[in-house]
């Protein structure tokens, strides 16, 4: 099996990957759950509703069929599974997961491009986007040619809660799958706090744990409190106003998402992840993990 880095390996650079901030308020809350199991059922359900609240989402609700997962990458492997047969589409600087599955998995594969798509491809898109924090290029032509051809996609909604993105059509029947989950908006990566909607119920592994319970009840529990103690834009409001001076010391452009800064070629190249445009990611720097060692 290949071993070679499908991006450049920036997450030990002070700027590099995609960290949640470690706020002392969240962090000490989290400190002080107690470890309980928590209710599966309310809290995909109110977790469904907590992380679309006041972000207009026109076909979300066709995707009623709600499993909790362990963190997003859960969801990815049931799907990429699905699909195996296909041709991977996925744009250059997609999420480093994908790009790994692309080159240990899957025969086939070509970047993503709305000029190229065809029957028997299969797309994966994160968005708000992994390389910049937006909405992906052509994103909508991309779906609708996807519409057209009956191409299956995933749609990665990981950073939907530290957006100011606040509208997301998601009505394209194309679309089978979407997820998202905590890791970006509260420090729990460890924890894997995430939730699938599926257009249609499919009969997989993850639905089969979900109906028999068989899933982490204390990460549940402690991803339960954190949304009834914290809104959904929380990070996002605390934090806006902290990154615009980040991005203005620097000199890079603030992204849509509040953890990061995005700087165009020549600037910064050493953040590059293969795309148009160098990511810069502020989380450690704010929190004060850069200076523990």
């Known amino acids: 099996m290949k071993t070679d880095n499908v991006i450049p390996p920036l997450r030990h650079k002070p700027y590099g990957g995609a960290w949640s901030v470690h706020d002392q308020e969240s962090t000490t809350f989290i400190k002080n759950l107690y470890p309980a ?10 977790y469904h509703e907590w992380f679309q609240k006041d972000i207009n989402l026109p076909g979300i609700e066709l995707f009623g069929n709600l499993d909790f997962v362990a963190g997003t990458t859960e969801t990815f492997h049931m799907f990429y599974y699905r699909h195996m047969d296909k041709r991977l589409r996925l744009f250059k600087d997609e999420y480093f997961y994908h790009h790994m599955m692309r080159k240990n998995y899957f025969k ?88 699938r909607l599926e257009r249609n119920l499919f009969d997989d592994p993850i639905h089969a744990y979900n109906q028999n319970n068989y899933v982490n009840l204390q990460s549940i529990h402690v991803g339960h409190e954190l949304i009834k103690r914290f809104d959904n834009k929380w990070l996002l409001n605390k934090y806006k106003g902290i990154q615009i001076e980040t991005c203005d010391a620097l000199g890079v452009h603030p992204s849509d998402c509040v953890i990061f800064g995005i700087a165009d070629k020549g600037k910064y190249d050493e953040y590059n992840r293969g795309g148009a445009k160098n990511r810069l990611c502020f989380s450690k720097i704010w929190d004060g993990r850069l200076n523990e060692n």
């Open 37 to 46: 199991n928590g209710d599966r059922e309310a809290f995909i359900n109110d």
């Open 108 to 195: 086939d594969y070509l970047d993503l491009d709305s000029n190229t798509l065809a029957k028997g491809d299969v797309v994966v898109m994160s968005c708000p986007y992994s390389g910049t924090g937006g909405i992906p290029n052509d994103f909508y032509n991309i779906l609708k040619i996807c519409e057209d051809l009956s191409i299956p996609v995933m749609l990665d909604l990981a950073y939907i809660n530290i957006s100011n993105i606040r509208e997301l059509n998601v009505n394209f029947k194309c679309i089978e799958t979407i997820t998202t989950s905590l890791s970006k908006v509260f420090p729990v990566e460890t924890l894997r706090i995430g939730i």
